[in-house]
């Protein structure tokens, strides 16, 4: 490979300043959508759980990766509890560039279930 080559496979391979970044706001959307599809009849079945989960994570993940910038991770967690009038407790601690890097959360909550759908966007 020619020394021109390889500097136009370099520059394929890194991001430009011009690249578009997700809004918060475009993603927070992926994940009200990922969750609402997901919920069907909204109740909360134990067994059913681990689909739930993987249904919703997967969608949000399809739709944030079809449209984020190239040098952009995404991680999507999701957590399902049943309503049972305990309350539950979760906490992110993060260490990233503000400028570049983003966390969107999504919550919804039903009468049977609570549902914390978070995204990470990591520009690298």
């Not at 394929?12 to 011009?18: D, E, V």
Request: proline share 2%.
């Amino acid at each position: 490979m020619d020394p021109q080559q390889q500097q136009q496979q370099q520059t394929t391979a890194t991001a430009t300043p011009s690249q578009k970044q997700l809004s918060k706001d475009e993603v927070h959307k992926f994940l009200k959508s990922a969750v609402d599809l997901a919920i069907g009849s909204g109740e909360y079945h134990h067994r059913a759980v681990s689909e739930l989960q993987n249904n919703i994570t997967q969608y949000a993940i399809k739709k944030i990766g079809a449209v984020k910038p190239a040098s952009t991770k995404c991680v999507v967690t999701c957590t399902v509890v049943q309503n049972t009038d305990a309350g539950f407790h979760i906490t992110n601690a993060l260490h990233w560039d503000d400028s570049c890097d983003t966390v969107v959360t999504y919550n919804f909550q039903n009468k049977a279930m609570n549902i914390v759908l978070t995204a990470y966007l990591i520009t690298t």
